[in-house]
């Protein structure tokens, strides 16, 4: 067990919908990392935030946003579902905000777009 | 950009055999850090290594073994006398000093068969 925490497990929700994801991080981690994993793009990191800012920012499509709140967790919005997005989201913590820590990963949540 | 090769994708063993799992990084960073992670059948990445670009040193934990070479770019993974429990999808990642978009590989299945 890493730690973090994600809910839902499983997602199963219709095109068009929009859903929101949410990860607590390992205690005292202030990094917060969001990853999508799929079979045809495998892994792609997503977003960073750290501290409740927003550090970095990969493949992250226009219809997402994530937020991280003063508690330190964290939700990833992702709106105008496409079946494209059926996937794997991961959300990671790390201690500090430089890419030299590791990151230690949730059990992720599954969503499958209908 | 940074990028990570992992040109095996599926492997599969008998117990008790050895296992190499290759991984091929490019960088033009001189600091960066590299990164194993175990995927189970059940879904969770499980960090198992960090490795930092200015320590060449192999690192041997149990079964596990690692060895990183510079002059190749690559950061290899054994396994020693397999077992079915080692049987998961394997990543290796890099993340760039100062960069926080840690790239994975496209993973290797591995299959320990009894």
């Known amino acids: 067990d890493s730690g973090v925490t994600q809910t839902p497990k499983h997602l199963i929700t219709a095109t068009g919908q929009r859903v929101t994801l949410r990860c607590s991080p390992r205690?005292?981690?202030?990094?917060v990392y969001w990853y999508q994993q799929s079979l045809d793009q495998g892994l792609q990191f997503l977003i960073q935030?750290?501290?409740?800012?927003?550090?970095a920012k990969g493949n992250i499509l226009e219809r997402f946003s994530a937020q991280q709140f003063p508690d330190l967790h964290s939700e990833l919005n992702l709106s105008s579902l496409e079946l494209g997005d059926s996937a794997l989201y991961f959300c990671?913590?790390?201690?500090?905000?430089?890419?030299?820590?590791?990151?230690?990963f949730g059990p992720g949540t599954r969503l499958t777009v209908l | 950009a940074q990028k990570v090769t992992q040109a095996q994708t599926e492997i599969s063993v008998v117990e008790k055999e050895d296992v190499t799992l290759d991984c091929v990084y490019e960088?033009?960073?001189?600091?960066?850090?590299l990164f194993w992670y175990k995927q189970p059948p059940s879904g969770e990445l499980v960090f198992l290594i960090r490795?930092?670009?200015?320590?060449?040193q192999n690192e041997i934990s149990g079964r596990y073994s690692w060895n990183f070479q510079k002059s190749t770019s690559s950061f290899n993974f054994t396994i020693t006398a397999s077992q079915v429990v080692d049987s998961a999808v394997y990543f290796c990642?890099?993340?760039?000093?100062?960069?926080?978009?840690?790239?994975f590989g496209a993973g290797t299945r591995l299959t320990v068969k009894p």
């Open positions: 960088t033009r960073d001189t600091t960066y850090y």
């Open positions: 935030y750290y501290n409740g800012e927003e550090r």
């Open positions: 990671a913590s790390s201690g500090r905000v430089s890419s030299e820590d590791t990151q230690y």
């Open positions: 490795r930092n670009s200015f320590d060449e």
């Open positions: 205690s005292g981690d202030l990094s």
């Open positions: 990642a890099l993340s760039e000093g100062g960069n926080n978009d840690m790239r």
